[in-house]
């Protein structure tokens, strides 16, 4: 069964840092390209950071670039997203999102709620 988990989420302050891990299992992790979106209450769901099927090229939305890194481990099927110098607008639930590179298969997994308070 195809599964994308998230984990790492929680409460923190305004300034610290968190490291989200999402597990993939059931896929050929190495063919996806991965992504992290998030998702604030009363907004749309929006893309943070994204990393191709090999590690290379990732890109960042504007409002995290210098403070979040994307990085994968393809040995162990996971992908994560270091978050450092909070902010409470980086409150939301986080997602994980897998694309298959040669294909129209994707996936989401269930999100981690990310909370940035004092």
């Known amino acids: 069964q195809e599964q994308l988990v998230e984990s790492g989420g929680g409460l923190v302050q305004p300034g610290g840092s968190l490291r989200l891990s999402c597990a993939a299992s059931?896929?050929?992790?190495?063919?996806?390209?991965m992504s992290w979106y998030r998702q604030a209450p009363m907004k749309e769901r929006e893309l943070v950071a994204t990393?191709?099927?090999?590690?290379?090229?990732?890109n960042y939305a504007d409002s995290v670039k210098g403070r979040f890194t994307i990085s994968r481990d393809n040995a162990k099927n996971t992908v994560y997203l270091q978050m450092n110098a909070l902010k409470i607008e980086d409150t939301a639930v986080y997602y994980c999102?897998?694309?298959?590179?040669?294909?129209?298969?994707?996936?989401w997994g269930q999100g981690t709620q990310v909370t940035v308070s004092s």
């Open positions: 999102y897998g694309r298959f590179t040669a294909g129209t298969l994707n996936y």
């Open positions: 059931g896929i050929t992790f190495r063919m996806y390209d």
């Open positions: 990393i191709t099927n090999t590690g290379s090229s990732p």
